[in-house]
């Protein structure tokens, strides 16, 4: 395996391998397969293109020969960083090819993502679009270039100002390098993060198609299949669960989604007779209300999947009620397990549970906090093992210390029920992160940059209830000067380059913090703190 990448014990990965979950395949093994048995057939629609399989593998060998002209090899670490578009596929295929690995940036992540991004793989190339959603990422590569000497190719799709276009990669006449083996990392994944920088989640091929493959027909995909990819392309969720790369896998069509606004995405759905799609737990009021304003035609969607935070039964039952297609509940992780509600299961479970893994051999314990089994049914820490989640995170020696256990369980920092019929259900978090509406947010990530500020003595961020998101993020800042202002933090953590939903929706001031009983500050009260006073401010507008 790749430098500074736990590898799974022989042990696990010989039974892997003997019960068929891993089989050998690759990326580019699959692109091919998929050519020659679909090749017509239509793979990828967005704004701009209507590729079949044929014309995508065209476009991948084109982009891959122009990547190895320009010198991007194996294992060579790729920043990309698109939109929800066809190329995103032509690139990261393209780069699956050559054995070079994508890292999957959000479109939402600014200088201090990107950076750090590079400063940690020591990537040597940058995939943008030219604008997306108001956005300059011309003028973002510009800033993140200057402080990364190992940046050395910025390709963008569009207009490449000062940078090279993806149009216009060199021509490359002769051999490509051998294509990469199944055991290799494919890609690094972005882990939501608890601690003070953002970790890497590497996924091998043999691994991440094993989930893919076993999603897909958990799913029921087939090539008749049209996925609608609403959140963003590179999110485990919409890659692989079973995502874009699950369609494409069982030979369907991909819709690639630029803005997830309703008006955008129904319409997407009539036009191209989506038959599944995923979405995080705030867009589902929205849709639904736009459904039942814009009357679309639906006719064809047969699956709505979400995931991604916490969803309220509730919710699900407005679903299950106003939309004449099946709510499938998907409970996952970057760094590997994935749970779903299957699509026959009775109402009860979908409504109330966040289903069950994939694997047999997805291995799930409940612990208390000294890691001991808790009685069947109470509530407790996730950790788990398996076919498909990785052992350690990248380059991350000591922090993996922590995340695992010495057998090799990941910490998942959920904490989860079993239900008798051997459902999950996610009961709240462990883990100090504020997921913004499946946004997460690592408190101490940010907790680093405000006390950046001189006049920050301290400070710490928690969740806070919201109506829309679920939660949003508060932070409370003792200040050495009292003339600081909330919105001054706020223009000081724009500066730093970090990226817009993990800005603080609220800056509360104290003189001191509550504490623990072992001196530290007690978010527990922090939380009450806030929930109080939203409480005494919708009682007293
Ligand atoms: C997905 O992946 P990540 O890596 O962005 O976030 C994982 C975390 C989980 O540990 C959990 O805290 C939370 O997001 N989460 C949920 C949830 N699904 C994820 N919390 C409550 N209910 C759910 N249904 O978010 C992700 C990856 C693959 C598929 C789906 C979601």
């Known amino acids: 395996m790749l430098e500074h990448c ?37 793979a990828i629609v967005s ?19 122009g990547f190895h002209a320009l010198g991007i090899g194996a294992k060579d670490r790729v920043v990309v960083q698109l939109p929800n578009c066809a190329e995103f596929f032509a690139v990261i295929f393209a780069l699956f090819r050559l054995g070079a690995l994508p890292v999957f940036a959000l479109p939402a992540h600014r200088r201090f993502e990107i950076s750090h991004f590079f400063q940690h793989t020591q990537a040597v190339a940058y995939v943008i679009a030219d604008r997306h959603a108001g956005f300059d990422y011309r003028s973002l590569a ?20 000062a940078y090279r276009s993806l149009d216009d990669l060199p021509r490359l006449a002769g051999e490509l390098p051998p294509p990469p083996r199944p055991g290799d990392v494919a890609f690094f994944q972005l882990s939501g993060g608890s601690t003070g920088t953002p970790k890497l989640i590497p996924r091998t ?71 599944i799609t995923a979405l995080v737990p705030p867009l589902v009021p929205v849709w ?36 004449d297609a099946t709510l499938q509940q998907v409970f996952g992780m970057a760094e ?43 509530i407790g820490h996730l950790l788990t093992r398996g076919p498909y989640t990785i052992h350690g995170y990248y380059q991350a020696e000591e922090h993996n210390a922590r995340a695992f256990t010495s057998d090799g369980f990941y910490r998942t920092g959920d904490l989860v029920r079993l239900g008798l019929d051997g459902n999950l259900v996610v009961e709240g978090r462990a883990k100090d992160q504020i997921n913004r509406g499946g946004e997460k947010i690592s408190a101490e990530e940010v907790e680093h940059q405000l006390l950046a500020h001189a006049s920050v003595v301290d400070c710490a961020i928690v969740a806070m209830p919201d109506a829309y998101l ?63 006073r939203l409480a005494a401010a919708s009682t007293n507008p």
């Open 336 to 378: 590997g397990l994935v749970n779903y509600t299957r699509l026959d299961d009775p109402l009860d479970v979908i409504l109330h549970s966040q289903g069950r893994p994939i694997s047999p051999d997805d291995e799930i314990r409940i612990v208390d906090d000294d890691d001991q089994p808790v009685a069947l049914g109470e």
């Open 288 to 323: 639904l209300d736009a459904v039942k304003s814009l009357k679309p035609d639906l006719r064809s969607l047969k699956v709505v999947q979400v995931g991604g935070a916490r969803f309220s039964s509730d919710m699900a039952r407005r679903v299950t009620q106003e939309l």
């Open 47 to 65: 704004d701009t293109r209507r590729w079949s399989y044929q014309a995508l593998g065209a476009e991948v060998e084109r982009m891959a020969a």
């Open 6 to 42: 736990t590898p799974w014990p022989e042990a696990l990965a010989a039974r892997y391998r003997a019960q068929g979950y891993w089989r050998g395949e690759t990326f580019p093994g699959v692109l091919n397969e998929r050519i020659e048995q679909h090749g017509e057939r239509l």
């Open 205 to 275: 091929h043999d691994d991440y198609l094993y989930s893919i493959r076993a999603s897909a027909q958990i799913c029921q995909l087939s090539a008749e299949s049209v996925y609608l990819s609403v959140i963003p392309a590179g999110h485990n969720f919409t890659l692989s669960s079973p995502g874009s790369l699950g369609t494409l896998y069982a030979g369907g069509t991909v819709v690639m989604c630029a803005h997830p606004s309703p008006e955008v995405a129904l319409a997407w759905i009539a036009r191209e007779r989506v038959t």
């Open 470 to 532: 679920g939660e949003k993020s508060c932070a409370f800042v003792i200040r050495q000067d009292e003339s600081v202002r909330g919105i001054d933090l706020i223009r000081f953590l724009r500066e730093r380059g970090l990226a817009t939903y993990k800005i603080p929706d609220r800056i509360e001031f104290l003189a001191r913090f509550p504490k623990t009983g072992v001196g530290k500050i007690s978010k527990k009260h922090l939380r009450q703190d806030i929930e109080a």
């Open 142 to 161: 510009g800033e993140v270039k200057a402080g990364v000497p190992s940046l050395r190719h910025v390709l963008v799709l569009g207009e490449p100002g």
